[in-house]
């Protein structure tokens, strides 16, 4: 990005990642980021740590800032030498005022880049199982403002002409005008049983879409009290819906489901379950923090040829675990007379990252499992296990017990992360939550606490619990928790499984 430029930016239709390659590119390095409601604020976790975010609202019923003062902030920020990004909802230059700002730069000597986006007007309907055209269906198409005031007397919009030329239509900011435009519509000759669809935050998991008539549309939306932001589409292309559905029809969708894992760590489970269409709700109770004091791992390390067996437990050991090796100015290579164990398959692919095929992942994920696969006889073997400060202590005493020496050194310290409990708690109080996922007893533990001294009953009466495998199920049962799903395969792809399987939308 060039300094003292704006850059017009189109974020897309809702999904965030429905942004394009060089939009993205622009969100990683700008100075300045102007953005509005309608952008994800996952978009602008992409944005350096050193952003300065300018929120200017929009919401149509209480600006928070108004065009003229918004061009004035991009002129003002470019004019310090800064690259400024000005992100949009969808295309900036399909009712989004873009050219405008763009005709501001111009006038004040500013360089600007316009960066197209995928406007709604497409994606949504796309996302609805709608093309907007299609062969011997539909060939030609507009984009339509709804937002035109029906009392003026002069209107700009032709409808003479608009309600017949092109085969499909699609009204953007029109929902409050919906009576107004069907009527002109059929008006003007379009025939009042011609397919219509709204299209309720298209693109993303909240996604409605109501299908109806020009005739019939309008009464379906007051009965459903079917609200903005919506697009309007109207043409025989609606009917394709029936087959081309893809998005709203996943095994997941709508459901929305919480996820209790530390930030850090969500993401896979959130992006598997959203592949099956659900509304992750992410409420994390722990966070993973480095120990103060990393002496023993340190030591560990310095002797690390020393050990005939080393065993990740987590993900989490083996990333802190390598910190400390890196740092110690060492690699894999020092591992190579120890065998690896790693419990859990996620576990054994951080290894592999790291070039480490493990030695032994045992077919049971748990401790439990795994010792089996030492033998009984572990005379004086010496094995390292680099794991979280406090974990459960099964392995390390039963290793012992048959004759090993063993070396459990922390790599890393869980703590509860409460920063979400009121929005948590708000969340199963209004009944948004439709289940829970647990993804180790910390996540059950710190979940309680967090919730500690509320009605437990209350909240989780109609929510559905789902535990990552056995252990994790039992500290809940033993907590009072009614646990429904346990998943078959203890890892995120058996605990989505599972839920697919006992809330899904297709059985
Ligand atoms: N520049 C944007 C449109 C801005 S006007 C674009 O190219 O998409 C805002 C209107 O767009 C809303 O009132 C609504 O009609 C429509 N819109 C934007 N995003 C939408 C979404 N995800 N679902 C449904 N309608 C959407």
């Given at each position: 990005m060039k300094k003292g430029t704006v850059y017009l930016v189109g974020a897309g239709p809702?999904?965030?990642?429905?942004?394009?390659l060089k939009g993205l590119q622009c969100i990683q390095d700008a100075d300045v980021i102007v953005h509005d409601r309608l952008a994800d604020p996952r978009l602008l976790s992409?944005?350096?740590?050193d952003v300065e975010l300018i929120y200017v609202g929009k919401e149509s019923n209480r600006h928070t800032m108004r065009q003229e003062e918004i061009n004035q902030v991009l002129v003002d920020k470019a004019k310090k030498g800064k690259s400024v990004l000005r992100l949009k909802g969808g295309d900036p230059y399909v009712f989004g005022r873009g050219g405008e700002e763009a005709l501001f730069c111009l006038e004040n000597d500013i360089l600007f880049e316009e960066v197209p986006g995928i406007t709604s007007a497409i994606a949504v309907p796309a996302y609805a199982g709608i093309p907007v055209t299609h062969r011997g269906i539909a060939s030609s198409f507009s984009v339509i403002t709804g937002h035109e005031d029906p009392a003026k007397t002069e209107t700009s919009i032709r409808w003479e002409s608009l309600a017949t030329a092109t085969d499909t239509l699609m009204f953007l900011m029109g929902m409050e005008n919906l009576p107004y435009i069907t009527k002109k519509l059929m008006q003007n000759g379009r025939k009042a049983d011609t397919p219509v669809a709204v299209v309720r935050w298209g693109t993303k998991p909240e996604q409605e879409v109501l299908v109806g008539t020009l005739e019939t549309i309008e009464q379906l939306v007051r009965e459903q009290n079917f609200q903005p932001p919506a697009i309007i589409i109207v043409g025989e292309?609606?009917?394709l819906r029936e087959q081309l559905r893809w998005f709203d029809n996943r095994p997941l969708f709508g459901k929305r489901i919480v996820v209790t894992r530390a930030r850090a760590q969500a993401s896979n489970l959130i992006e598997l379950l959203e592949e099956y269409g659900a509304d992750c709700m992410q409420y994390p109770t722990i966070a993973i923090e480095e120990m103060d004091d990393y002496g023993k791992l340190d030591q560990a390390i310095v002797e690390i040829e020393t050990y005939q067996w080393i065993v990740f437990t987590s993900v989490n050991g083996v990333e802190h675990f390598y910190k400390r090796l890196y740092d110690a100015g060492k690699d894999s290579r020092v591992l190579n007379r120890a065998k690896i164990a790693a419990i859990g398959s996620q576990t054994a692919a951080a290894l592999t990252e790291k070039g480490i095929q493990a030695d032994f992942v045992p077919q049971e994920f748990r401790a439990e499992g795994l010792l089996?696969?030492?033998?009984?006889q572990l005379n004086g073997v010496r094995i390292l296990i680099p794991r979280a400060d406090e974990a459960r202590e099964i392995l390390p005493e039963e290793l012992a017990k048959r004759g090993a020496y063993v070396n459990v050194v922390p790599a890393y310290r869980t703590v509860i992360d409460a920063s979400e409990a009121k929005a948590l708690e708000e969340a199963l109080r209004t009944g948004r939550v439709d289940a829970i996922t647990f993804t180790s007893s910390s996540t059950v533990k710190n979940f309680l606490s967090m919730l500690a001294g509320k009605n437990m009953e209350q909240l989780l009466k109609s929510v559905v619990i789902a535990a990552i495998g056995p252990i994790t199920a039992d500290t809940a049962r033993d907590a009072g928790l009614n646990v429904q799903i346990i998943a078959q395969e203890y890892t995120i792809k058996g605990l989505t499984e599972a839920l697919v399987k006992a809330i899904g939308n297709r059985g």
């Amino acid at each position: 990005m060039k300094k003292g430029t704006v850059y017009l930016v189109g974020a897309g239709p809702g999904d965030y990642r429905l942004i394009t390659l060089k939009g993205l590119q622009c969100i990683q390095d700008a100075d300045v980021i102007v953005h509005d409601r309608l952008a994800d604020p996952r978009l602008l976790s992409y944005a350096r740590a050193d952003v300065e975010l300018i929120y200017v609202g929009k919401e149509s019923n209480r600006h928070t800032m108004r065009q003229e003062e918004i061009n004035q902030v991009l002129v003002d920020k470019a004019k310090k030498g800064k690259s400024v990004l000005r992100l949009k909802g969808g295309d900036p230059y399909v009712f989004g005022r873009g050219g405008e700002e763009a005709l501001f730069c111009l006038e004040n000597d500013i360089l600007f880049e316009e960066v197209p986006g995928i406007t709604s007007a497409i994606a949504v309907p796309a996302y609805a199982g709608i093309p907007v055209t299609h062969r011997g269906i539909a060939s030609s198409f507009s984009v339509i403002t709804g937002h035109e005031d029906p009392a003026k007397t002069e209107t700009s919009i032709r409808w003479e002409s608009l309600a017949t030329a092109t085969d499909t239509l699609m009204f953007l900011m029109g929902m409050e005008n919906l009576p107004y435009i069907t009527k002109k519509l059929m008006q003007n000759g379009r025939k009042a049983d011609t397919p219509v669809a709204v299209v309720r935050w298209g693109t993303k998991p909240e996604q409605e879409v109501l299908v109806g008539t020009l005739e019939t549309i309008e009464q379906l939306v007051r009965e459903q009290n079917f609200q903005p932001p919506a697009i309007i589409i109207v043409g025989e292309v609606v009917s394709l819906r029936e087959q081309l559905r893809w998005f709203d029809n996943r095994p997941l969708f709508g459901k929305r489901i919480v996820v209790t894992r530390a930030r850090a760590q969500a993401s896979n489970l959130i992006e598997l379950l959203e592949e099956y269409g659900a509304d992750c709700m992410q409420y994390p109770t722990i966070a993973i923090e480095e120990m103060d004091d990393y002496g023993k791992l340190d030591q560990a390390i310095v002797e690390i040829e020393t050990y005939q067996w080393i065993v990740f437990t987590s993900v989490n050991g083996v990333e802190h675990f390598y910190k400390r090796l890196y740092d110690a100015g060492k690699d894999s290579r020092v591992l190579n007379r120890a065998k690896i164990a790693a419990i859990g398959s996620q576990t054994a692919a951080a290894l592999t990252e790291k070039g480490i095929q493990a030695d032994f992942v045992p077919q049971e994920f748990r401790a439990e499992g795994l010792l089996a696969g030492f033998g009984k006889q572990l005379n004086g073997v010496r094995i390292l296990i680099p794991r979280a400060d406090e974990a459960r202590e099964i392995l390390p005493e039963e290793l012992a017990k048959r004759g090993a020496y063993v070396n459990v050194v922390p790599a890393y310290r869980t703590v509860i992360d409460a920063s979400e409990a009121k929005a948590l708690e708000e969340a199963l109080r209004t009944g948004r939550v439709d289940a829970i996922t647990f993804t180790s007893s910390s996540t059950v533990k710190n979940f309680l606490s967090m919730l500690a001294g509320k009605n437990m009953e209350q909240l989780l009466k109609s929510v559905v619990i789902a535990a990552i495998g056995p252990i994790t199920a039992d500290t809940a049962r033993d907590a009072g928790l009614n646990v429904q799903i346990i998943a078959q395969e203890y890892t995120i792809k058996g605990l989505t499984e599972a839920l697919v399987k006992a809330i899904g939308n297709r059985g």
